[in-house]
């Protein structure tokens, strides 16, 4: 019944070390999200693929790379973890505008 | 530009009584406001939403109200239980596929 994976559920990585999150959605949804989520705060949209048009946010850094091979799945890759990069981190998929976020549950991630 | 200021930051009520969060916006280009329930270690989930063209909507112990000309959109919950215990985030859709979030509500109901 799961409809947005997320694997792993935990990752721990040392600082400096590539890693790489991954997403798959069976609800065959247009837009697939990336969020990082740092404790009680509001999830942060890191970039957004709608269909295969990649869209980033002006604040997101360079050390954050996507990828969307196909329309299940997107993957988040963090060149070079940093200390602050260690947060949840949270797929979602949507239709389209103005549509409700269908989330998945999340990656903690931990730098050591 | 598209910014959603969320108060208050933290609330505590009594089992049974009623909570209240607002939201306000600044772009009138918003269109639709969903409601998002996190509970701790757990993803986002959606409540309640509505649309610019309704001004109430309403689920069981859930509602929420929206005033256009304000730009302001308010969650209700009546007869709070200990379930109802999480942080809340409203967000607006302006114009495009993305979400801007608010700041969050920290709900905690007293037994």
């Known amino acids: 019944d799961a409809m947005v994976i997320q694997n792993p559920r935990y990752q721990v990585t040392q600082f400096g070390k590539p890693v790489t999150l991954s997403c798959s959605q069976t609800?065959?949804?247009?837009?697939m999200y990336w969020y990082q989520q740092k404790s009680s705060q509001a999830p942060k949209l890191l970039f957004h693929?709608?269909?295969?048009?990649?869209?980033n946010e002006a604040d997101t850094p360079d050390n954050f790379q996507s990828r969307r091979p196909n329309t299940s799945f997107c993957f988040l890759d963090i060149r070079s973890p940093g200390l602050g990069d260690a947060a949840m981190y949270l797929c979602a998929t949507g239709v389209g505008p103005a549509d409700e976020q269908y989330f998945g549950p999340g990656t903690r991630l931990t730098v050591t | 530009g598209e910014n959603v200021e969320q108060h208050p930051s933290t609330l505590s009520v009594q089992e049974g009584d009623s909570a209240v969060i607002k939201c306000t916006y600044s772009?009138?280009?918003?269109?639709?406001f969903p409601w998002y329930k996190q509970e701790l270690g757990k993803r986002p989930q959606l409540i309640i939403d509505i649309r610019s063209n309704v001004g109430e909507k309403k689920d069981q112990r859930i509602a929420v109200t929206l005033n256009k000309t304000a730009k302001h959109f308010s969650l209700h919950i009546t007869e709070t239980q200990p379930e109802d215990s999480a942080v809340y985030f409203c967000?607006?859709?302006?114009?495009?596929?993305?979400?801007?979030f608010g700041t969050g509500t920290r709900l905690t109901i007293i037994p």
């Open positions: 967000a607006g859709s302006f114009g495009n596929e993305k979400l801007t």
């Open positions: 609800l065959n949804h247009n837009v």
């Open positions: 693929y709608y269909d295969k048009d990649f869209n």
């Open positions: 772009d009138s280009a918003s269109n639709y």
